[in-house]
């Protein structure tokens, strides 16, 4: 997948690669495993590329469509944009609008008396948003246990480092505080997260979700990782193919091979 999101990002001479690479793990482990009827919306868009691999991996986006990624006339522009895909609802990218729509939509699953969930993927910047707490306190107030909300904390976010910005917004404790049920997982253990969402699926307690991530931006490529400046920079031809290699090495060489 990794793989996939650097070749797009190569291919179209296009920004925007160290968010995907912070959150492909969240996606591999919420949309691999999600259930027929179930909703998933990526609240932070600026990560469009790891969801397009996915759903592409996932036969909902063909190859000819997948092989258009950022080109005039696209339905794959640089922001989820709901054209013909039905696992792109909301077009996404303004951010703190995310977690409006998921939980809108878990209400309007109760509403119909249906048991899906609704899932939201945030960045941690995202929760500077004064319309993320509005409609958290929202999913509160209404009892919305369908609703899972998954943060990718990985630290960064437009402007600096988000304890530099306005503080640790997406700390665990604000979230339990308000009245979510709330874990603390490794982003990038693919396990780990799968099964803190199945134990959350099964609380039935009246309690919104959210499972906290610590994640890395840039994640798998050295001279990406924790670097601001690549959510913004394209690669150059050498950095592309030196990602390329470094991926390579990293996920399939012989010290990995038991992995």
Same mark, same amino acid.
């Given at each position: 997948?990794?793989?996939?999101?650097?070749?797009?990002?190569?291919?179209?001479?296009?920004?925007?690669?160290?968010?995907?690479?912070?959150?492909?793990?969240?996606?591999?482990?919420?949309?691999?495993?999600?259930?027929?009827?179930?909703?998933?919306?990526?609240?932070?868009?600026?990560?469009?590329?790891?969801?397009?691999?996915?759903?592409?991996?996932?036969?909902?986006?063909?190859?000819?469509?997948?092989?258009?990624?950022?080109?005039?006339?696209?339905?794959?522009?640089?922001?989820?944009?709901?054209?013909?895909?039905?696992?792109?609802?909301?077009?996404?990218?303004?951010?703190?609008?995310?977690?409006?729509?998921?939980?809108?939509?878990?209400?309007?699953?109760?509403?119909?008396?249906?048991?899906?969930?609704?899932?939201?993927?945030?960045?941690?910047?995202?929760?500077?948003?004064?319309?993320?707490? $509005?409609?958290?306190?929202f999913a509160v107030s209404h009892k919305l246990?369908?609703?899972?909300?998954?943060?990718?904390?990985?630290?960064?976010?437009?402007?600096? $480092?988000?304890?530099?910005?306005?503080?640790?917004?997406?700390?665990?404790?604000?979230?339990?505080?308000?009245?979510? $049920?709330?874990? $603390?997982?490794d982003g990038h253990d693919i396990a780990s997260?799968?099964?803190?969402?199945?134990?959350?699926?099964?609380?039935?307690?009246?309690?919104?979700?959210?499972?906290?991530?610590?994640?890395?931006?840039?994640?798998?490529?050295?001279?990406?990782?924790?670097?601001?400046?690549?959510?913004?920079?394209?690669?150059?031809?050498?950095?592309?193919?030196?990602?390329?290699?470094?991926?390579?090495?990293?996920?399939?060489?012989?010290?990995?091979?038991?992995?």
């Open positions: 997948m990794r793989k996939q999101i650097l070749g797009l990002h190569n291919k179209a001479h296009s920004g925007h690669i160290g968010c995907s690479l912070s959150c492909i793990d969240l996606l591999i482990s919420i949309l691999h495993d999600r259930k027929e009827g179930d909703r998933f919306i990526l609240s932070k868009g600026h990560a469009a590329s790891a969801l397009y691999t996915i759903l592409h991996e996932l036969g909902d986006i063909s190859d000819a469509a997948y092989a258009t990624f950022y080109e005039n006339g696209t339905q794959l522009p640089a922001h989820p944009a709901p054209r013909t895909f039905a696992s792109i609802p909301f077009a996404t990218g303004s951010l703190g609008h995310g977690l409006p729509l998921a939980t809108g939509t878990a209400k309007g699953f109760k509403l119909l008396n249906q048991s899906h969930i609704s899932y939201v993927l945030m960045s941690d910047g995202e929760t500077n948003e004064g319309t993320t707490w $509005e409609a958290a306190h246990d369908n609703l899972i909300v998954f943060v990718d904390k990985n630290g960064l976010q437009g402007f600096g $480092e988000t304890s530099d910005v306005l503080g640790n917004t997406a700390d665990i404790g604000l979230w339990e505080k308000i009245g979510f $049920e709330a874990v $603390e997982v997260i799968v099964a803190a969402k199945h134990a959350l699926m099964t609380h039935k307690d009246g309690r919104p979700k959210v499972i906290v991530a610590r994640t890395v931006k840039g994640k798998g490529v050295s001279y990406m990782e924790n670097q601001l400046a690549w959510h913004y920079l394209p690669m150059t031809e050498t950095q592309y193919m030196d990602a390329m290699a470094e991926i390579e090495q990293r996920y399939f060489g012989e010290e990995d091979s038991n992995k």
